[in-house]
């Protein structure tokens, strides 16, 4: 069966992930096993692609209704989390996974806190007492490690400027510049569902990679997970992108001792030296606000929050004419301090 | 209405309350009216030299000083400097006292010259280069024959100017309420947009978080120099006037014994 649950061995229950201790726990007995000591049973099971249509709980024997990319849910008659293991191997397995750190209640104190943050959200949407659903999620994503030589060459100045009797004299000493240069980006992650908005994902950012670990189906009990639905070829086009501001920002870095900087040439040759099928930890929260759905994202290591807010009117009036009254009076001090009046 | 709100308003009504002060503060003024225009020249209307009278008694008071315009057909034809200085020592005029503080405007008809004198809390207000500013303003207007306009125009910007401390610049930009409000609202505007923009999460990655500084780095560079080209501009003193063709001239000493500081040009 391509279903995976995990029974507790002490009582029976459906055992899951416990973000606190990074174990596998029960919630009826309490008892908690160390995941990496766990035979995992994935890796003794070899299916056929495509092989299963219908899911079937080990509970309860009801039907388990997923999306086409979920490999992890619960199910929604009994509750328990099960695992779709035959979406999760071949090709589809993923090799990484940095755990979830913070568990469902923290994670909807922490979102509450940021919306309190919230400096021009409405006075009601700050009690964030609307959070339609709170979802961990287990987000595919590719960690590209990315060789990139670089050759520029071009033209740069250096200016000296200094005064002798009655003339100022600008001194503008031409060089031309060659560099070689090696840059190696390691695990740039690329969010590989179609179903996350790339810049959502892009914010989430930085995920503690200390946390990686070797990927093992337990760590999903519990959770959403979902399988990628680009591969690594198809996103590279996307790595190769997000590295580009980096590459020009070291280049530049590397002409820093000359004035003005032409280039002549610009040669970036970028290979894809691996790329990780990792799954990273993602709170998802929906918010119904005034009859409109708003979702949020946040890192589920470093509680960090992603998403727009509704932004309150009267707020940004009140911030406008506060900031902007605070300025002019401000003007007006200085304007005095210099000796000028005040009218 | 959240609290930050209601402080911001209070703020506002405040900050509108004191721009208000000093009209009220006018309001109260007595009018014991001070013959200021001395139109000898008889070059404007009756009514147009009651308004000017009216307007140099409600400015004077508040820098203690007189705002006066002299105008002369100069039968004698004299000097235009030594018509001031004289009607100066002559008529002794001055808010505080005889020869007290003063601002004078000295139109003389035969040879069209145009000279303005502060003299004690005028001249110390009113220096040189602020009454020269005065001059380049109004002596537009003088040429195009509106008197009456350039005579308000003289009482209104030296009771402006004499609002600023000596030695700055009352141009500035930085002293004009509007440019101020312009200001101002710029940058609320400019808060308030990159609160906007970050209220949904920033980025907080740099180029250097996925780098692996072990294996990154330069491999070769090369820097072959040039050539060198030198440019040179002659620095321009600062000690010339910049009074033009028609301006010049400056402070001096009454034979009454009286400093004062001035402008002098044509119109």
Known sequence: ?343 | MNKRGVTTYLLLTLIALWMLTPLTAWAEQTPSEKKLIYDEADILNPEYIEDLNALANEYGPKRETDFIVFTTDNPEDEDVVKLTEDFYDERAPGYDKAHGNAVILTLEMRNRDLYLAGFYKGEKYLDDSRLDKIRNKIAPMLTAGDYHGAFAEYIRTSYRYMGFRPGVNPDNLLFDTTIQLVIALVIGALVVVVMAFRSGGRVTVNSRTYEDSGDSGVISRQDKYLRTTVTKTKIESNNSSGGGGSGGGGGGTTSGGHSHSGSRGSF
């Not at chain 1, 849910?73 to 191997?89: K, N």
């Not at chain 1, 609307?130 to 979802?135: E, K, M, Y």
């Not at chain 1, 100022?168 to 840059?183: H, P, S, V």
């Not at chain 1, 998403?307 to 304007?335: M, N, R, Y």
């Open chain 1, 1 to 343: 069966m391509p279903v995976i649950e995990y029974k507790c061995p002490s009582c029976g229950s459906g055992m899951t992930f416990d973000s606190t201790t990074g174990m596998l726990s029960c919630p009826s007995c309490g008892r908690k096993d160390n995941i990496e000591q766990i035979p995992d049973p994935l890796k003794q099971q070899v299916f056929a692609e495509d092989e299963v249509r219908e899911y079937h709980c080990e509970s309860c024997g009801a039907v388990i209704v997923t999306e086409p990319e979920t490999s992890a849910t619960t199910c929604s008659f009994c509750g328990s989390a099960v695992v779709l293991s035959d979406r999760l191997t071949g090709k589809l397995a993923p090799q990484q996974v940095i755990p979830f750190a913070i568990s469902k209640e923290e994670a909807v104190a922490a979102f509450k806190k940021w919306c309190r943050k919230g400096l021009l959200t409405p006075r009601g949407f700050m009690t964030a007492d609307r959070i339609q659903n709170i979802t961990g999620m287990y987000v595919p994503f590719w960690l590209y490690d990315l060789l990139s030589n670089v050759d520029v060459r071009g033209q740069g100045t250096q200016v000296r400027s200094y005064r002798r009797g009655d003339y100022q004299y600008t001194e503008t000493d031409y060089y031309e510049f060659y560099r070689k240069i090696r840059l190696h980006y390691v695990r740039l992650p690329i969010d590989a569902s179609a179903k996350m908005d790339d810049q959502l994902m892009d914010k989430l950012e930085p995920f503690p990679y200390e946390q990686l670990k070797t990927f093992k189906t337990p760590y999903l009990a519990g959770y959403i997970a979902e399988k990628y639905n680009y591969n690594s070829e198809k996103l590279t086009p996307r790595a190769r992108e997000k590295t580009m501001p980096y590459i020009e920002s070291y280049i530049s870095s590397t002409v820093n001792e000359y004035a003005t900087v032409s280039y002549a040439e610009k040669q970036i040759d970028t290979t894809v030296k691996q790329a990780h099928y990792t799954l990273l930890p993602v709170w998802m929260v929906y918010y119904n606000y005034k009859g409109k759905q708003y979702t949020f994202a946040m890192n589920g290591q470093t509680g960090k929050v992603v998403g727009k807010p509704p932004l309150s009117k009267g707020k940004i009036t009140a911030w406008f004419a506060g900031v902007s009254a605070l300025s002019f009076l401000g003007l007006k001090i200085v304007a005095w301090m210099l000796g000028g009046g005040f009218i």
